[in-house]
C-alpha cells in the first residue's frame, strides 16, 4: 500500500514554479513598456498581496509575488536608467550625435534584396552633441546604408568604433536607449580587448573547421554553438523564425549549460575538486 502511495506521489508533477515563472516573465515584458506611475502602482499592488499572503501563510504565492517584485524592481531600475539618459534624451530630439560605442556582437545584413542594411548591437563609452559630451554606458542600435554598410560589417565584437549619425527614439519595448543612423563611415578607436580576441580566434576557428561541410552546414554549426548568424542562409533563418527556434541561434542557456557540464565533468575526471572546481566553472 505504502509503494502505491509513494508511486502516486512522484507521478502528480509539481506545478509550484508555474505562477512564480509566469508572473516573472509577464511582469518584466510589460514593464518595459510601462510608465513609472503604473510602476509604482504595480510594486505597491505586489507588496500588499505579499503581505496578505504571509498573513495567511500561503508561502508559495509569497515566492512567487517576491520573485515578480524583484523582476519588477529590476527592469524598472534599467527602465529608468535608459530613460534618463542624455542618449535617450538626444534620441527624443532626433539630435545629431558623435560617440564612441563598442561593438557587442556580429554586424548582420537585414531587409529585402534591394533595400538592406547593415545593423550592429553597441554599448557607448561618450555621446556627444552640440558641443557637450557625456560619458555614458547604455546600449544602442546602429544602422548603416549604402555605402557604408561594408565599413560596419567589418568590425568585430569588441571593437571600440567613432561614429556619427542622427540618434533616434527606439520603438517601444526595445531595451535599448536609441538608433543611431550612421551619416560616415564608422573609424576604429581601439581593437577588441585581449580576451576578446581569443574568443573571436576560437570562432573564427569553428567557422573555419566547417569548410569541408556544405554551406547549410557551414553557416548552421558556428550560429548554433557560437552564436555566429553571418554564414546562415536566409532560408535556414526564415525556418527558425517560422518554427519558433531563433533562440537556438543564439548562445542560449542550453548552449552554455552543455559547455560548463563537459568542462565540469572533464575537471572532475582530472582530480579537481572543492572551490577549485568552482574556479574553473566560473573561467569557463
Do not use: Y
Not at 178 to 196: D, F, I, K, Q, Y
Request: contains cysteine.
Amino acid at each position: 500500500m505504502s509503494d502505491v502511495l509513494v508511486n502516486q506521489e512522484l507521478a502528480k508533477p509539481d506545478l509550484r514554479l508555474i505562477p512564480a515563472a509566469a508572473l516573472a516573465w509577464g511582469a518584466s515584458w510589460w514593464v518595459l513598456d510601462a510608465s513609472r506611475l503604473i510602476l509604482w502602482v504595480l510594486a505597491a499592488t505586489l507588496l500588499a498581496l505579499g503581505l496578505g499572503a504571509a498573513a495567511l501563510q500561503r508561502w508559495w504565492m509569497v515566492g512567487s509575488l517576491v520573485v515578480t517584485l524583484v523582476c519588477v524592481a529590476v527592469a524598472g531600475l534599467r527602465l529608468a536608467s535608459m530613460e534618463s539618459s542624455p542618449v535617450r534624451r538626444l534620441a527624443e530630439e532626433s539630435r545629431f550625435v558623435k560617440a564612441e560605442v563598442v561593438i557587442q556582437g556580429d554586424p548582420r545584413v537585414v531587409g529585402q534584396p534591394g533595400r538592406e542594411r547593415v545593423i550592429a548591437t553597441a554599448h557607448t563609452r561618450w555621446v556627444e552633441a552640440g558641443g557637450t559630451r557625456w560619458r555614458v554606458r547604455q546600449p544602442v542600435t546602429l544602422s548603416a546604408s549604402g555605402e557604408r554598410q561594408e565599413s560596419l560589417l567589418q568590425f568585430a565584437a569588441g571593437t571600440s568604433v567613432e561614429i556619427s549619425g542622427m540618434a533616434r527614439e527606439p520603438m517601444p519595448g526595445r531595451a535599448i536607449a536609441a538608433e543611431v543612423a550612421l551619416r560616415s563611415a564608422p573609424e576604429t578607436s581601439r581593437g577588441p580587448p585581449w580576451w576578446m580576441r581569443q574568443v573571436n580566434r576560437v570562432r573564427e576557428g569553428l567557422a573555419a573547421s566547417m569548410g569541408w561541410s556544405t554551406v547549410e552546414q557551414a553557416g548552421l554549426a558556428p550560429s548554433l554553438v557560437v552564436g555566429d548568424t553571418s554564414g546562415l542562409l536566409d532560408e535556414t533563418g526564415d525556418s527558425f523564425r517560422a518554427t519558433g527556434l531563433t533562440h537556438l541561434t543564439a548562445v542560449s542557456g542550453t548552449n552554455l549549460t552543455l559547455l560548463l557540464a563537459t568542462l565540469l565533468v572533464v575537471a572532475r575526471s582530472c582530480g579537481v575538486r572543492g572551490r577549485w572546481l568552482h574556479a574553473v566553472g566560473l573561467f569557463g
